[in-house]
């Protein structure tokens, strides 16, 4: 495993549980593609992306995934083991045969409920180098590219914006906002004031070979009041085009607000 992830291009899998076994749907869109890591979003009070399916509990299920050549990358791996919630991240750094891939739900299924995962995606090669805003704490071969373990640099520039939000469904826009333009985005943080908010990150990056696709909000949230070491291969956004997805939870019903902290070089 590793303590931190550069996000480079974020995808995500719905799985509604309607079984005691449940397999990964066609993904034609990941064929071919390099899989960092994939998690899982275990905002249990939380919905999918559609609102229409509560969060699945990860309690006794187990995960069997297999890479294309059918070798075994995870054997019955304990599926909350893969909470986008955790520091570490277990890198897979290979293609994935999904479609051969499956879940097993050992207390039975609940079609009312989805499993939600991200997966992470690498499109460098092997001679890809950290940023320099980064100190080096280790540098290791993680999906396909020598990346570093980073602490804020004292230079980087934050900012922040908030939102009003209440536990009903609402999309945030970032219309309109342009003391980002030009900037490269390297990380990713968000705060509030009454509980974490349930809900899904759509970044449109600049760079068209690259996207973000509903990145759960909990990989954005702190551990033991630290942010989570979640770095993105810096990126201009396109905020015309990004959106927070808020969906509703089973809390009790109240305002909040939510704070988003962009880092940039």
Request: a negative charge.
């Amino acid at each position: 495993m590793t303590p931190f992830i550069i996000l480079d291009s974020v995808d995500f899998i719905q799985i509604p549980v309607t079984d005691t076994r449940v397999y990964f749907p066609a993904s034609s869109h990941l064929l071919g593609k390099n899989i960092q890591a994939i998690t899982l979003n275990t905002e249990l009070d939380g919905t999918d992306i559609t609102g229409n399916y509560q969060i699945f509990d990860p309690e006794n299920c187990f995960i069997t995934l297999f890479d294309i050549d059918g070798n075994l990358i995870f054997d019955k791996l304990p599926l909350y083991m893969l909470s986008n919630e955790n520091s570490e991240i277990y890198a897979i750094n290979k293609e994935v045969d999904f479609e051969r891939s499956y879940i097993d739900v050992n207390r039975g299924g609940n079609p009312e409920a989805a499993l939600f995962f991200n997966v992470f995606i690498s499109e460098y090669d092997k001679q890809h180098k950290p940023q320099n805003n980064c100190r080096i704490k280790s540098v290791l071969l993680f999906a396909g590219a020598y990346i570093s373990g980073c602490t804020i640099n004292e230079q980087e520039k934050i900012y922040s914006l908030s939102f009003p939000v209440s536990n009903q469904p609402a999309d945030i826009s970032f219309k309109g906002m342009y003391a980002l333009t030009g900037k490269k985005i390297n990380r990713i943080t968000l705060s509030n004031t009454n509980g974490k908010v349930n809900g899904y990150f759509l970044i449109v990056p600049k760079e068209g070979n690259r996207y973000i696709n509903n990145l759960a909000l909990n990989h954005l949230y702190g551990y033991n009041k630290e942010p989570l070491p979640r770095f993105i291969e810096p990126i201009s956004i396109d905020f015309d085009r990004t959106y927070i997805y808020i969906r509703p939870t089973s809390e009790a019903e109240y305002e909040n607000q939510l704070t988003v902290n962009f880092y940039y070089e």
